[in-house]
């Protein structure tokens, strides 16, 4: 059987920032970019694979008002079946927002007709408009009505505050797409024994062109210094960024491996699909003074970077081995449970 | 403005390069020194206020070098003899130019400032930039740059002035053509740079280097580099790399902040220092988080990166807030422990210079 096509549906009133959205995710734009989008004509289809033999079917829907009117009237059937999941884009700006409450509740009437098992998810975008200490109260605020509006089709709305200027961005879309993996769960159980085995602190598992996060594990026992509640999203936006820097030159980064202060982490490929990137905390006492036998050792730590050398094919080892079980993941069949 | 402010915002006993930047007002003095030196987003500049008062900004890494930025409604001749006082201990004196506007006066106004700058300090290094060229075309930016030259080494003929060390560059903001155009401006001034191009010459010969940078971590300005020919987009690849090794260092690292009493505190609240430290969030067009502080002490961080073209990506930490940036192949991988041993030597060479210059 062919791989699983989700399909997705991406409304929001016109100007809310849906195309710019997608254009970040999925098309490489920067968010400076996206000021050079237009307004979506009709619906815009896009079909992204996605971990290999899963394609996403998006259909970014216009918000014009005569668009809009259509979707509800004429096309209703052609846009509201079959699809597994409604990303609903508020703009946080936006004057009328009971006609944007409307509209929403028009798309769950519809979907409870002809797709009542699709999950619901809001988005409350352009959050970078309003001042910080505002912020928990707007989001707050619109997510209660949204929840009670959907509590009345029996759907289970999730809501996030996405802005294209920082990192939230990347955060709604992981689990977006995430609750989409039929198999996630095998994901996270296998890349847990990745990590137990590594003795690693973390272990993030993303999928190569989007860098959205699939899965991650964190060591519980790793040092304190793991506060950083938003870390999943930054390594994203910041390996987005330079994978479309390389891209300047012409060719793709196929690792990297960054000795810092307190920790190295280690990104390599993992499938052809999806790219894993390994943390380990360096621990201060297994760099001994023992020095390299017989050797000169020019500024005391030779023996800190034999041990780094080690470490560095250990890992790489683990992750070769490791592959093969995660494309037999990737490659079953998606509606097998 | 009082001749005694003028006077009072001199360099002082610091005897370090020295660069002031001079330019008719809104012509982007500020934001350059602001994105540069002070890690503010391009787009944010937009905001900043019109300069009132001669702001200096000193900039210690490497090399203390200070940047002296002249507002742009100064009367030069009013206070003529202090500046003459500023010209003789400076090193160089860049000109911005908004090439997006008319800029007749600005050449006026340059070509008064060269001569009374070349009068108190003969050995002056004039650098111009052609400054917010993003919104300029291709062709126009060639136009402008040839334009500008033209009639400011014409003036300076006419005037009899013929040893004046001027140099134009084009820049913006918005990419990095500022970063390069200030590269070359504070290598000029660096005394020690035949000795560390030579270094790094060795090195690369050596090491089975293609390209080597000596690059400024905080302001990611390059320093010196080998003789092999400079093309940008390595550049570019570079500082982007410099980059993300600083920002996966930082979102990582232990909170060293003073209040932990020690070194490796997992328990202090690192937590509401760590937010705070990263509300900023990632501006995704250029630049990266708010590094507040420079990387702690500890093992030199170090990082490498293979592309898919073959092209090894190779940095590691030096003193004194420098960075070593290779560009190697990946045939020299297997030897990286030789690479490393000699990397180690140029180190301690630059320690050495450092502890002598």
């Known amino acids: 059987m062919a791989g699983a096509r989700r399909k997705l549906l991406l409304m929001g009133r016109s100007g809310s920032g849906k195309s710019s959205m997608r254009s970040i995710i999925f098309s490489n734009y920067s968010a400076f970019d996206t000021r050079r989008l237009g307004a979506t004509i009709d619906v815009e289809h896009s079909h992204l694979r996605f971990l290999g033999n899963m394609t996403l079917n998006l259909w970014d829907c216009g918000g014009q008002d005569a668009y809009m009117d259509h979707y509800f009237s004429t096309q209703r059937d052609n846009i509201f079946r079959m699809v597994e999941a409604l990303i609903f884009v508020f703009d946080v700006e936006s004057k009328e927002l009971r006609k944007d409450i409307e509209t929403f509740v028009l798309c769950l009437r519809n979907l409870y007709e002809f797709s009542p098992s699709s999950k619901i998810f809001a988005l409350v975008h352009k959050m970078d408009l309003v001042i910080l200490e505002k912020r928990q109260d707007v989001y707050r605020a619109l997510m209660k009505s949204l929840e009670d509006t959907s509590a009345m089709f029996s759907f289970q709305v999730q809501g996030f505050a996405t802005t294209i200027w920082d990192e939230s961005l990347y955060k709604a879309w992981s689990s977006i797409v995430c609750s989409l993996i039929p198999n996630v769960a095998l994901f996270q159980k296998h890349l847990q024994t990745f990590a137990d085995i590594s003795e690693a602190d973390e272990v993030i598992l993303f999928e190569k062109t989007t860098f959205l996060v699939i899965s991650h594990v964190t060591n519980p026992r790793s040092p304190g210094f793991r506060s950083d509640s938003t870390r999943f999203e930054k390594i994203s936006n910041i390996i987005k960024q330079y994978k479309q820097s390389c891209s300047k030159l012409r060719a793709q980064f196929q690792s990297l491996s960054i000795r810092g202060t307190d920790s190295t982490s280690y990104l390599d490929t993992m499938t052809s699909n999806t790219m894993i990137m390994v943390i380990m905390s360096h621990k201060p006492d297994i760099r001994g003074s023992s020095n390299l036998p017989g050797g000169n050792d020019i500024n005391g730590d030779g023996d800190e970077s034999l041990a780094d050398e080690a470490e560095n094919n250990i890992i790489l080892a683990n992750i070769k081995i490791a592959r093969k079980m995660f494309e037999k993941i990737e490659m079953m069949n998606p509606d097998d449970r | ?357």
Not at chain 2, 274 to 282: L, W
């Open chain 2, 1 to 357: 403005m009082s001749a005694e402010e003028l006077h009072g915002h001199g360099f002082g006993a610091n005897p370090s390069p020295r660069i002031v930047m001079m330019g008719l007002r809104r012509g982007g003095k500020s934001s350059i020194c602001q994105v540069m030196f002070h890690n503010m987003q391009p787009l944010d500049t937009l905001y900043i206020e019109s300069t009132t008062a001669p702001t200096t900004s000193v900039f210690s890494s490497f090399i203390d070098f200070a940047v002296m930025e002249l507002p742009g409604q100064i009367n030069f001749t009013d206070a003529m003899i202090d500046a003459e006082r500023i010209f003789s201990s400076c090193g160089a004196l860049i000109y911005v130019i908004d090439s997006q506007d008319e800029y007749i006066n600005a050449l006026a106004n340059l070509h008064s400032i060269i001569i009374h700058a070349v009068n108190a300090n003969p050995t002056i290094n004039i650098e111009v930039f052609i400054h917010k060229v993003d919104g300029l075309s291709e062709d126009f930016r060639l136009d402008a740059q040839r334009d500008i030259t033209q009639r400011v080494t014409d003036e300076l003929l006419d005037d009899g002035l013929v040893n004046v060390s001027i140099s134009f560059h084009l820049t913006s903001i918005f990419d990095h053509s500022i970063y390069e155009a200030f590269s070359r401006v504070v290598q000029k001034l660096i005394p020690q740079l035949a000795t560390l191009e030579n270094l790094l010459n060795v090195l690369c010969q050596h090491s089975g280097i293609d390209k080597a940078f000596l690059f400024d971590i905080g302001s990611k300005i390059f320093v010196a580099t080998d003789s092999s020919p400079l093309d940008i987009p390595t550049y570019e690849i570079c500082t982007d790399f410099i980059d993300i090794t600083v920002d996966m260092n930082n979102l990582y690292a232990v909170d060293r902040r003073p209040k932990s009493g020690s070194r490796t505190d997992p328990n202090a609240n690192s937590n509401n220092n760590n937010n705070n430290n990263h509300n900023n969030g990632i501006a995704v067009n250029q630049n990266t988080t708010d590094r507040p502080e420079p990387i702690p002490p500890g093992r030199p961080i170090g990082s490498t990166s293979r592309l898919s073209n073959g092209v090894i990506l190779y940095l590691q930490q030096m003193v004194k807030g420098l960075a070593l940036v290779c560009l190697m192949r990946k045939e020299s991988m297997p030897k990286i422990a030789l690479v490393e041993y000699n990397i180690e030597f140029f180190r301690d060479a630059l320690e050495q210079l450092w502890l002598i210059g």
